[in-house]
């Protein structure tokens, strides 16, 4: 059972203030109690992200987030009592009460969870890196260093972290030098097989080659991507939203270099002098249910957009992961030396 004090916040605090409570503790609540110790309320790392996709910032109050009325379960009760009572509300902790007031957190995975989870990462390490050139006339852009090893190898090492261990990379471009790097991942703790693209399949089209379905939830990332994003978070977020599809996005904002002139009915209505527009992009980062296999066609090029697409038009339920942790997309030389600038302080040497 995981104690309560680092995890514990004011109903008064702010969003941030949560952020940095679920960050620090080993599972991602954060539990709001009286200055008695009763229990107000529990606050996710899903309920701040939905928040953020809604508009609130991280000044906000937690107020109208918190949920107020969570399933708890007593001290006495048995193991088995409260594994029940997880599986009939698909919950992943369980605040334990003593005499009405909270005494600590039992985390469902203690009791089920091995170290290594089933679920599969399928890392797309197969593009020509055209725009990094030179620096990938001899390497694959994956392989480039960042801070002291391949970007490739941080990924691998970020998912087994959490325990993400059954790897598939999807080659094309120089494969032996990721296939001699990696070998069948027994050094890195690993587990690794390849596919290899025979011809530009795309970003989703490399999946119809897979040779074995995925029984479970499976991870789709881009191999050319530093994050630090828990990756246990996405695939909670994901079974709590009984997902086909999880698409991780970021806030992009540009600002457009002219003063935009507004005109209705041929009449001007407003100026803005070189106003921000914000957008939420893909990050290249996917969680899919088995399914959506069999909307992606065999042997030929289909994209990322394409497929959600089609997921989208069949009535799946396809939803948002707002990433908030570190993110970079190193597609160009501005980008591969601004990694290397960071790639220390963010992930440490």
């Known amino acids: 059972m995981y104690k309560i004090d680092e995890i514990k916040i004011n109903q008064n605090a702010s969003i941030k203030q949560a952020l940095k409570v679920i960050d620090k503790g080993a599972i991602k609540v954060a539990v709001v109690l009286s200055d008695d110790g009763l229990l107000l309320g529990m606050l996710s790392d899903g309920d701040i992200r939905r928040a953020l996709l809604k508009g609130m910032s991280l000044g906000d109050s937690i107020t109208s987030i918190i949920n107020k009325h969570p399933v708890v379960a007593n001290i006495n009760d048995t193991k088995e009592r409260i594994l029940e009572l997880a599986n009939e ?50 390497v694959p852009k994956p392989m480039l260093d960042v801070g002291n090893k391949p970007i490739l190898h941080t990924i691998v090492e970020n998912f087994a972290k959490y325990g993400y261990t059954d790897i598939i990379m999807c080659v094309n471009y120089k494969s032996e030098i990721i296939k001699e790097y990696f070998g069948n ?12 693209e025979s011809q530009r399949m795309g970003t989703a089209g490399a999946l119809s080659l897979l040779q074995k379905r995925p029984k479970d939830d499976f991870f789709v990332m881009n191999g050319d991507l530093l994050t630090n994003v828990n990756f246990e978070y996405l695939h909670e977020y994901h079974k709590d939203s009984n997902a086909c599809a999880s698409i991780c996005i970021r806030k992009y904002e540009m600002q457009v270099p002219y003063g935009v002139v507004n005109v209705r009915a041929n009449k001007v209505t407003s100026i803005e002098e070189k106003p921000t527009q914000s957008f939420f992009v893909s990050a290249g980062i996917y969680m899919f249910s088995p399914i959506v296999l069999d909307f992606i066609p065999k042997g030929v090029f289909y994209d990322m957009p394409t497929l959600f697409g089609e997921l989208l038009k069949q009535g799946f339920a396809v939803y948002p992961f707002f990433i908030r942790e570190y993110w970079l997309d190193i597609g160009k030389m501005d980008e591969y030396r601004r990694a290397n600038d960071e790639y220390e302080g963010v992930f440490g040497l």
């Open 185 to 196: 991942g027994d050094k890195f703790g690993v587990k690794i097989e390849y596919v290899l």
């Open 89 to 138: 509300k698909k919950l992943h902790q369980i605040p334990i009460i003593s005499n009405g007031k909270l005494v600590g957190i039992q985390d469902i995975r203690e009791f089920l969870a091995p170290k290594n989870k089933p679920n599969k990462v399928i890392l797309m390490v197969g593009g020509l890196g055209t725009r990094l050139r030179p620096l990938t006339n001899d």
